[in-house]
């Protein structure tokens, strides 16, 4: 006789945890996520629900697959996962599991979930990042967009954090993490820092001056 694990019959959602890719549709006009794993591929909205990622018809989570939205009971296990080099510009996500689940040691397997907060990471510079920018890759008809401070954005085009969620939905809440989780630098600059900022402000102030010059002349 096998013995089976007891039912759970939670009376609110089970909360979890993971680490996702933030992501725009080909025209702007909705946002999204990408997952950094076997949901790679396949762009998820703040509620949506699960598929098989190997294209099987069942219903996840199915026991003798591994489809279906992945998470962790832990948050900081799950910031800690922002430190792989290829996860260095991927948002952590707090969900709601919401439909059937499938209960580990250290997380769940599910097959529905909202996503409740996205927290934003510093920008690869080290600063708290200001917005969202072009990655410069993406899957078929969606662009990943990654942390950048008003510094490193330069010249691209630059999504806020309100914009992003309004674009998303569902009452998705976005914001900057604490330095102590997302490893967003200190406060205070050396002055090298500070001398290196002023020349990159200097010359788009220059740049700004000039494009101000040409557009003069031709109106002339």
Do not use: N
Not at 193 to 210: G, I, N, T, V
């Amino acid at each position: 006789m096998r013995l089976r694990l007891p039912e759970e019959r939670p009376t609110e959602p089970p909360i979890g945890y993971k680490i996702a890719r933030a992501a725009l549709s080909q025209d702007g006009s909705r946002a999204g996520f990408l997952g950094v794993s076997l949901g790679a591929a396949l762009p998820y909205g703040v509620l949506d629900d699960a598929g098989c990622a190997y294209g099987r018809r069942h219903r996840p989570p199915s026991r003798r697959c591994d489809c279906g939205f992945h998470c962790l009971h832990r948050r900081a296990e799950a910031a800690a996962l922002t430190c792989v080099g290829e996860h260095r510009g991927a948002l952590l996500l707090e969900v709601a599991v919401l439909g059937r689940y499938i209960r580990f040691e250290r997380g769940m397997r599910y097959a529905r979930q909202r996503v409740r907060t996205a927290t934003v990471g510093p920008c690869r510079c080290g600063r708290p990042a200001t917005g969202l920018a072009d990655a410069g890759w993406g899957r078929p008809g969606w662009r990943v967009v990654e942390p950048v401070c008003a510094v490193c954005a330069g010249q691209r085009a630059t999504v806020s954090f309100a914009d992003f969620a309004g674009r998303a939905g569902a009452g998705l809440k976005l914001c900057a993490g604490p330095a102590e989780e997302t490893g967003a630098a200190a406060p205070g600059r050396t002055v090298p820092e500070l001398a290196a900022e002023a020349a990159l402000l200097q010359a788009r102030l220059d740049w700004f001056q000039s494009e101000l010059a040409r557009l003069g002349d031709k109106d002339a």
